[in-house]
């Protein structure tokens, strides 16, 4: 309990218990959020075709993915004859464990990450990079061609496009040296309090360098998590399913989880890269305590919006009896998210003074998070929309983009970006 | 800031490291060998972080279990298994290996034995939160020459691959 007062990530702080509250507590939201991420893309992809999408399972299929689940779990587990059992079984166990480690260094706040460490970055983008193992050996074990053609294209791409990545993350690295000491850091929480004590968030800095590095950033992280346009490991029309080609029920959902996971992971890099990590918008500019009363009430108003939309749902409804259990159980979703809509104003209004109490803390804690996970959300939907909006790349393309335009941008743009900062200083 | 530092992980990370070593040799199947060798490379990055060198694991993972060992299988998967299956598995000089491998177990015991005598007494410090820090000055102060000559000597492989790989340039 006297954690609660201490500033320090429970990590840093040694505090196995809390490091452990932490864990569990991440782990939980990520799996909502894999969840939810479910429903909205089938969702979304439908409307963004001009269909309903799922519909039949609850109101507006709002329980389709625990019907999946639940079909997933029941399913028959096939291992093929010819496959090489063990590494069959452990490849999604590979994917997933690689794709969840990284969330310990994501910083959700200050304070609110589960450790921090001085290779933060570097930390993330080597286990996130080991990912690919799972699809890999997922692709070799299948002892098929598909998903053997999957794998070798997966690990390929991903070979090719971390070299972008891991340059244009260098750029902002060297952003954060830009201070008195002239020291940058390679810690999560480090590089955001860097963004905090320049006043700029990196995305902005040194305009358009920190823009390009971020786009470069941006793209080479769709093709790192096998995402359209640059889902070629899994491409249905070339390879019918690519690398999972094999696995049914509850593998090939794990292989699903591990894919969402990583995907939250890497649009969390690209937050406290270059987006601010934990900070509201204008930092600088809209400080003060009206503005920050101001900017703690949008948790609630996020959630009473929802819960708005929700009640705009029920009255929606047809009035026929077919639709009455629907009905009440939309309207009882409703009035949750108001609930919690209410207790995340009640927070907002008793934790008002920033003067350290307990209260105050919290609503620090829950503001933070909400702005992290509001960008990262953001990312959520831009995976999405490309995945709507481009055709998939073929794959003598998706090489050329990597090495002859994405690599010598991002070498020039690092160069650029060191020249200027010994000017600058 | 407590140390992690306990017994139990040193024993762990060690066991894993020499057993999935062993195992890299012992299996027949290369892509099993591939599998161990990064479980190795894993538990010897766990080890840099007991060292209280973090930047030395992070490296080790992102270069060797993400990169190397991924081309690694890349290449395997490409090979045909079945004739290395039947081949044999070790050839005639092993004894020149264990011979080899006697006298570094024997260097191992004299230094476990003298340890005292040739290691400086005393705590050492533990520059963990600057040791990112540390290791730039080290390499773009001290041994810059060096840094950039290792640079431009992978720069030279890298152009020869691509000479040697491609027919028209």
């Known amino acids: 309990m006297s954690y609660l007062g201490s500033q320090l990530s429970p990590g840093v702080a040694g505090n196995q218990l809390w490091a452990l509250i932490y864990i569990l507590l991440i782990f939980a939201g990520v799996s909502v959020a894999v969840i939810a991420m479910n429903w909205l ?5 439908a409307h963004f075709q001009v269909r309903l999408g799922p519909m039949r399972v609850g109101p507006h299929g709002l329980l389709q993915p625990f019907a999946d689940a639940l079909k997933l779990l029941l399913k028959e587990d096939i291992i093929p004859a010819e496959a090489d059992q063990v590494v069959f079984w452990i490849a999604p166990l590979i994917g997933l464990l690689a794709a969840f480690t990284v969330y310990t260094v994501v910083p959700f706040g200050p304070s609110q990450a589960v450790s921090d460490m001085n290779i933060g970055i570097l930390f993330m983008l080597g286990v996130s990079s080991l990912g690919v193992l799972g699809i890999v050996t997922a692709g070799w074990a299948s002892n098929s061609h598909y998903p053997l053609i999957g794998a070798l294209r997966s690990s390929a791409q991903m070979v090719s496009y971390e070299v972008a990545m891991g340059l244009a993350v260098v750029s902002a690295i060297l952003m954060t040296s830009l201070n008195q000491s002239g020291t940058g850091t390679l ?29 470069i950033f941006a793209i080479a992280m769709v093709a790192e998590t096998n995402r359209a346009p640059f889902d070629l490991a899994e491409a249905e029309s070339e390879l019918t399913a690519g690398f999972h080609t094999e696995y049914s029920g509850l593998r090939w959902s794990l292989f699903m989880l591990a894919e969402y996971a990583a995907m939250i992971a890497v649009s969390s890099i690209a937050v406290t890269l270059w987006l601010g ?42 009035s026929h009896s077919f639709f009455r259990i629907q009905r009440i159980g939309l309207a009882v979703f409703a009035a949750l998210l108001g609930l919690l809509a209410l207790l995340l104003l009640v927070t907002a209004i008793a934790g008002r003074n920033a003067d350290g109490s307990i209260a105050a803390r919290f ?9 992290f996970v509001l960008k990262v959300a953001v990312f959520m939907y831009l995976f999405i929309w490309y995945r709507a909006t481009w055709p998939r790349y073929r794959f003598d393309q998706l090489m050329k983009v990597g090495w002859k335009v994405m690599l010598p941008i991002s070498l020039g743009v690092l160069i650029v970006t060191a020249v200027v900062g010994v000017i600058v200083k | 800031m407590t140390p992690v530092a306990t017994p139990f992980f040193f024993y762990f990370l060690s066991a894993l490291a020499i057993i999935s070593g062993v195992l890299v040799i012992t299996r027949r199947n290369a892509v099993h060998s591939a599998l161990a060798l990064i479980v190795t490379l894993l538990a010897v990055s766990g080890l840099y972080l007991m060292l209280y060198a973090p930047f030395v694991a992070g490296v080790q993972i992102i270069v060797y279990a993400g990169g190397i060992m991924v081309l690694f299988l890349f290449v395997i998967m490409l090979v045909n298994l079945e004739r290395t299956v039947k081949e044999h598995q070790f050839n005639r000089i092993w004894p020149a290996g264990v011979l080899a491998a006697a006298a570094l177990l024997g260097l191992f015991v004299s230094v476990y034995v003298k340890g005292k005598t040739l290691f400086p007494e005393g705590d050492i410090p533990l520059p963990e939160a ?14 810059m020459f060096a840094f950039e000559i290792a640079s431009l000597l992978l720069l030279v492989a890298i152009l020869g691959a691509v000479i040697m790989a491609k027919k028209r340039i």
């Open chain 1, 41 to 45: 893309e089938r969702k979304a992809l």
């Open chain 1, 187 to 215: 810690s999560m929480i480090g590089i955001v309090q860097a963004q905090q004590e320049q006043h700029v968030w990196f995305v902005f800095k040194f305009f358009p360098l920190g823009l390009i590095a971020f786009v």
């Open chain 1, 277 to 318: 990590g934990w900070m509201h918008p204008f930092p600088n500019l809209l400080n003060g305590p009206a503005w920050e009363f101001i900017f703690s009430l949008f948790p609630a108003l996020t959630f009473g919006g929802l819960a708005a939309v929700a009640f705009l749902g029920v009255a929606r409804m047809p």
């Open chain 1, 363 to 371: 609503r620090e804690g829950i503001d933070y998070v909400y702005w």
């Open chain 2, 130 to 143: 600057s040791n990112t820090q540390q290791i730039a000055v080290m390499l773009y102060g001290n041994y």
